[in-house]
């Protein structure tokens, strides 16, 4: 059974911030990277942040300067913190988690909303 389950979202006001975190019980040794996906309302799924189990960060351009994507290794836990929210980030933020054997994983998502 692979679990990855994300919580943290939540309704907020612009400039506000959330940390969302996305704990996975697959092993650490079968671990690539870890990483966070949104999709808005009429959108396409885009991915958010990334990092490699050798600690390699990405981010879209979208995000830069706002979020910061970090992991805690021995908990397999990866987290996305938020600041500056526009209401352009509201959406369904998923979890990606990439195994170095079968491929990747999804979470159910969690719902961040940003409003006035």
């Known amino acids: 059974q692979v679990q990855v389950v994300e919580s943290g979202g939540g309704e907020v006001q612009p400039g506000g911030s959330l940390r969302l975190s996305c704990a996975t019980s697959?092993?650490?040794?079968?671990?690539?990277?870890m990483g966070w996906h949104r999709q808005a309302p009429g959108k396409r799924r885009e991915l958010v942040a990334t990092i490699s189990t050798g600690g390699s960060i990405k981010y879209a351009d979208s995000v830069k300067g706002r979020f910061t994507i970090s992991r805690d290794s021995a908990k397999n836990t990866v987290y996305l913190q938020m600041n500056s929210l526009k209401p352009e980030d509201t959406a369904v933020y998923y979890c990606?988690?990439?195994?170095?054997?079968?491929?990747?994983?999804w979470g159910q998502g969690t719902q961040v909303t940003v409003s006035s």
């Open positions: 697959v092993s650490s040794s079968r671990l690539a990277a």
């Open positions: 990606r988690v990439d195994d170095i054997g079968y491929g990747g994983y």
